[in-house]
């Protein structure tokens, strides 16, 4: 198959609930829909998520340009990847400029398995099973803890992650304490700090809740200070969890050769797409780390499905509002689509409901 031409659209869906972090609200998922065609008539499809509305017009330009450079090619993943990386040698593709390489990868790789008949796992060696998911949840005020917890247990959910950074370390410790009562013994309670700690105090909250029964604390520190971060995994005996903020392999490597975290858990739009995650996963696995998802549940429960080092997958669903048929839990695990590609589909009435100029 060839590329005949990649097309982009810019949306703003809601995001329900809202997702209150250290650093902000998040009400909104701006999000750019990509469609890959081929000259066959085989379309395949991604998304990207912009976090700011702002973002989404530049990464559209950048989707649509590199749509041009590989127009015509053959469809391969990786030497798509190879051709346009190579394009943006002098200035590199660190930040928009590589999610949208991921973009236009994973609908590459979605046209592939779509051709091929069968499901993304299948195409890369695995298939759909189901996969341990956690229920993905903003800053809670300690009243509300109790009851979130409560309601994450009930949906069947064996893990739950929460973000904290109150001003205070009581204010924390509250919320840690409601939810772990709430959400039963044999479940998992995650926190994250999303990135809003010094060192010092990072490792004081660290220290505090180590005694906690919490199964990792997630980004406690500015993403890209792995010596930092290294510093806090060595004093902390609770799990560091780092990663989505990784910008391709070469920052995932340089991490754990620094032994800045205890897990990992990529992003497949910072890391690569599916032929980044590819590598993400072997570099998790001779590292001896245990491998989670950041967002982009369609495409993760088939990544993961090949990922050696498989742990969770984070149940944050940004865009359910504009697919046809969004991916659900089913007793707290998410099993990637049985139909083929990645089993994105557009529920168009709503693109055009959410569509942004």
Sequence with gaps: MRIRDVQARAVVAPLEPPVRTASGHVTEAPLLLIDLATEEG?????????????????????????GE???GDALAPVELDNKMRARMTLFGTRGLQGIAVAGIDMAAWDALAVRAGVPLAEMLGGRPRPIPAYNSLGMIPPSEAANAAAKTAAAGFKAMKVKIGWPTLAEDLAVV??????LGDDAALMVDYNQSLATPEAIRRGRVLDGEGVSWIEEPVRADDYRAAAEIAAQVATPIQIGENFNGVYEMELALSLKACDLVMPDPQQIGGVTGWLRAAALAQTAGVPCSSH?????????????????YIEYLDVAAPVLAEPLRPVDGMIQAAARPGAGIHWNEDAVRRYRVA
């Design 42 to 66: 085989i379309v395949g499809r991604s998304y990207l998520f912009g976090y700011h509305a702002f973002t989404l017009a530049p990464l559209r330009e950048l989707v649509v340009a590199l």
């Design 295 to 311: 967002l982009f549940i369609e495409v993760s429960a088939h990544l993961l499905t090949v990922t050696p080092s498989c742990h």
């Design 69 to 71: 450079i590989v127009k």
């Design 177 to 182: 304490r409601a939810a772990r009562k709430h």
